[in-house]
């Protein structure tokens, strides 16, 4: 009965090969966003989709896109990863605004 | 902008133990929602607790309560009865309501540690 299901659960890349991580839900929320969370922090938002709308954050770097094709995927595009950006990146869903959000297992990157 | 801080990055308690976990935030929103998640290792990130500032009564889930002190911008996790698969991160969380933005402000987590 998986929710929010990432894929690849780990993902090695080279500095600065492009790598994309995806994200699916079975919950049909309107909402899905990617935190970045380096190792002992505190999950951070990079960006948010509402439906089709997509909502960067200001400190979020130009290296990092994000891509909704559907209401059920977003991916994460990192267009030259470099050795900071080695992190978890969680994908997570909410219905709507102001409610809960639902987060999958993540995808652990690592860069070579 | 909302900041959450949690000031004990790390508590151990025994078995069946009640424990606290401290957490305060600041935010210029009157519509805010406060959260508790879970972060076992290696395992991803599940709600525990979710409240409506709005609301007076103090949320509760099972073993789990918060102490929601709006006036003190306090928001504390109970875990009674403590278990061991209660060990994990737990991170304090705010949300902005009335469509503002969107994503969750966490704090640094307090790492919690179940002795048998």
């Known amino acids: 009965d998986a929710m929010v299901i990432q894929n690849p659960r780990y993902q090695v890349t080279q500095f600065g090969k492009p790598v994309t991580l995806s994200c699916s839900q079975t919950l049909n929320h309107n909402v899905m966003y990617w935190y970045q969370q380096k190792s002992s922090q505190a999950p951070k938002l990079l960006f948010h989709?509402?439906?089709?709308?997509?909502?960067n954050e200001a400190d979020t770097p130009d290296n990092f896109q994000s891509r909704r094709p559907n209401t059920s995927f977003c991916f994460l595009d990192i267009r030259s990863p470099g050795l900071g950006d080695a992190a978890m990146y969680l994908c997570?869903?909410?219905?709507?605004?102001?409610?809960?959000?639902?987060f999958g297992p993540g995808t652990r990157l690592t860069v070579l | 902008a909302q900041t959450v801080t949690q000031s004990q990055p790390e508590m151990s308690v025994q078995e069946a133990e009640t424990v606290t976990l401290s957490c305060t935030y600041d935010t210029s929103e009157s519509n805010y929602y406060l959260f508790w998640y879970k972060q076992p290792p290696s395992r991803q990130m599940i709600l525990v607790i979710r409240?409506?500032?709005?609301?007076?009564q103090n949320a509760t889930e099972n073993r789990f309560s918060v102490n929601f002190q709006k006036a003190a911008k306090s928001f504390s996790l109970k875990i009674s009865d403590s278990q061991l698969g209660d060990t994990a991160m737990y991170f304090c969380?705010?949300?902005?309501?009335?469509?503002?933005?969107?994503?969750?402000?966490f704090g640094k987590g307090t790492h919690l540690i179940i002795q048998p």
């Open positions: 969380a705010s949300l902005e309501g009335g469509g503002g933005a969107d994503g969750l402000t």
């Open positions: 989709y509402y439906d089709k709308d997509f909502n």
């Open positions: 409240q409506e500032a709005y609301k007076q």
């Open positions: 997570a869903t909410s219905r709507d605004r102001g409610y809960e959000q639902f």
